[in-house]
């Protein structure tokens, strides 16, 4: 997990986003967005050969940004444009290869996260809307699965 937040805090393009949480920021206040959070959903365990383990982790990047409580009268059109500028520090791309400034860009540069651990598959991305305290919360999120190979003593 610090491995990839390092990777954003090296990667993403200074300024465009206040923080990087490890974990989910389940009550952030109006002057903290847009933010990152880098969150691990699960992991699996299991024997590998007679002198190995695999560790699949399951992590989900969330990139969360606040719609103004004072959006005008066509509120839906006014999202829509929000939304269409949250896919893009997801997942823009060039010729279908991800920006390297962006969220997925980041993670398909750096399959290999560390020696032994490797971003590997199950890739899923996803947004939503939703309301906080008077206004809305768009959330930009890529799930994925990194594995770790460990040689047994």
Same mark, same amino acid.
């Given at each position: 997990?610090?491995?990839?937040?390092?990777? +954003?805090?090296?990667? &993403? /393009?200074? =300024? @465009?986003?206040?923080?990087?949480?490890? =974990?989910?920021?389940? @009550?952030?206040?109006?002057?903290?967005?847009? +933010? @990152? /959070?880098? %969150?691990?959903?699960?992991?699996?365990?299991?024997?590998? *050969?007679? !002198?190995?383990?695999? !560790?699949?982790?399951?992590?989900?990047? !969330?990139?969360?940004?606040?719609?103004?409580?004072?959006? *005008?009268?066509?509120?839906? $059109? $006014?999202?829509? /444009?929000?939304?269409? $500028?949250? %896919?893009?520090?997801? $997942?823009?791309?060039?010729?279908?290869?991800?920006?390297?400034?962006?969220?997925? *860009? @980041?993670?398909?540069? !750096?399959?290999?996260? /560390?020696?032994?651990?490797?971003?590997?598959?199950?890739?899923?991305?996803?947004?939503? %809307?939703?309301?906080?305290? *008077?206004?809305?919360? &768009?959330? =930009?999120?890529?799930?994925?699965?990194?594995? &770790?190979?460990?040689?047994?003593?």
């Amino acid at each position: 997990m610090l491995a990839i937040i390092d990777l +954003f805090k090296t990667n &993403l /393009e200074k =300024g @465009v986003y206040l923080s990087i949480y490890y =974990g989910e920021n389940r @009550v952030p206040a109006q002057a903290d967005f847009p +933010f @990152v /959070e880098v %969150v691990p959903a699960r992991t699996e365990m299991r024997n590998n *050969g007679t !002198n190995s383990m695999m !560790n699949d982790f399951y992590i989900t990047v !969330n990139v969360k940004d606040t719609l103004k409580a004072f959006l *005008g009268e066509d509120k839906d $059109e $006014e999202i829509i /444009e929000y939304m269409q $500028e949250m %896919v893009k520090r997801i $997942e823009a791309r060039t010729d279908g290869k991800p920006d390297s400034d962006t969220i997925l *860009g @980041v993670l398909h540069d !750096n399959l290999k996260l /560390e020696n032994n651990v490797h971003i590997t598959d199950d890739w899923e991305i996803d947004y939503q %809307v939703s309301e906080f305290n *008077g206004s809305y919360i &768009l959330v =930009g999120s890529v799930s994925f699965k990194a594995s &770790l190979i460990s040689l047994r003593s």
